[in-house]
C-alpha cells in the first residue's frame, strides 16, 4: 500500500521522504510506482540545472587543475568496446558542497593496449593528485592489478555487482545492495538536490546520462540499469561515490532534515 493510505502520514512526512530520497525511490518505497522509464535516471531538468550551474563559472576541462581541492578519480574499462574511460570529480572548493566534474577522457580506441591505458591513468593521478582512484573491477581486474604494481596505493576496485553496505533511511536500517546501484542512486539524488556542477562542452558525457535507463526491477526491488554506452556515466558516479565514501556530504547528512544550503 502506498504511504497515502496511512492516517499517520503527514505532509511533513512526505516532504521528508521525498528529501532523503531520490525521485526513483521515493516512487518505488512510497508511491509503489515504477516510474517512466524512457524519462531516464537523470531527468533532463536536474541535468540542465546542473549544466546552467557550470555555464555561470564558465567550468571546463583542463589539465591544470586548481591547488586546494579534494578530488577522486573514477575509470571504467568498457567491456563492449575496449575503452577505458576517466572522469575527475573535485569537491568544489568555495562552498565544500557542490562537486564539480573537471575532467573526462576517454583513451582513443587506436590505442587501448593495456600498457597504454594502465599509463594513461597513472599519468593523469600525476596530474590531478586525486585522494581516491576507484575503478572497475569487474572487468579491468588486470588492469587494477596493474595499477597497483605501478605503485598507486589510493586505488580501489569496485565490481558492480558486488555487495556494499547501503544506510536505508527508508527502513532505518543499513542493507548489503550492489554497488552500482548504490552509487547510481547516490548521483541520481544529488543531480536531483542540485549539488552537481557539469561542463556544457562534453556533449559525449551528457548524452550518456540522457540515455541512461532502467531497463527493469528484479523482484527483491533492485533496478537493474542500461549498460551499454555507459561508461562515461559509471567512471563518474564511481569518483562521486568515492567522494561521498571519504568525506563529509550532504547525501550522508540528509537524514538530519533541511537543505545544508539554506
Known amino acids: ?16 521522504a521525498r528529501w532523503e530520497n531520490s525521485e526513483l525511490d521515493y516512487l518505488h518505497e512510497f508511491l509503489c510506482e515504477l516510474g517512466d522509464f524512457e524519462q531516464g535516471v537523470f531527468r533532463n531538468q536536474f541535468l540542465d540545472s546542473a549544466l546552467q550551474k557550470g555555464r555561470e ?12 581541492s579534494i578530488r577522486a578519480m573514477g575509470v571504467d574499462w568498457d567491456k563492449y568496446e575496449a575503452t577505458p574511460n576517466v572522469c575527475v570529480v573535485e569537491i568544489d572548493p568555495k562552498d565544500q558542497l557542490h562537486y564539480r566534474v573537471i575532467y573526462r577522457e576517454d583513451i582513443p580506441q587506436t590505442q587501448h593496449t593495456l600498457d597504454f591505458a594502465v599509463n ?21 581486474e588486470l588492469q587494477y592489478e596493474q595499477l597497483q604494481l605501478k605503485g598507486l596505493v589510493n586505488v580501489k576496485g569496485i565490481a558492480y555487482n558486488a555487495k556494499t553496505a547501503y544506510f536505508d533511511p527508508i527502513s532505518g536500517e543499513t542493507k548489503k545492495l550492489p554497488y552500482k546501484h548504490v552509487m547510481v ?19 559525449s558525457f551528457i ?13 527483491t526491488g533492485i533496478p537493474v540499469y542500461s549498460s551499454k554506452n555507459d561508461h562515461a556515466v559509471m567512471s563518474f558516479i564511481m569518483a562521486l561515490f568515492a567522494l561521498v565514501e571519504h568525506y563529509n556530504n550532504p547525501f550522508t547528512r540528509r537524514r538530519q532534515w533541511g537543505d545544508p544550503r539554506v
Open 1 to 16: 500500500h502506498t504511504t497515502t493510505f496511512n492516517p499517520t502520514w503527514s505532509e511533513e512526512d512526505d516532504q521528508r
Open 57 to 68: 563559472e564558465e567550468l571546463t576541462y583542463s589539465l591544470q587543475p586548481k591547488i586546494n
Open 120 to 140: 594513461r591513468v597513472v599519468d593523469l593521478e600525476k596530474v590531478f593528485r586525486p585522494s581516491f582512484v576507484y575503478v572497475d573491477r569487474g572487468y579491468g
Open 207 to 219: 548524452s550518456q546520462l540522457q540515455l541512461f535507463r532502467v531497463e527493469k526491477i528484479t523482484p
Open 185 to 203: 542512486n547516490i548521483a541520481q539524488w544529488m543531480f536531483e538536490k542540485g549539488f552537481i556542477k557539469l561542463s556544457e562542452t562534453d556533449k
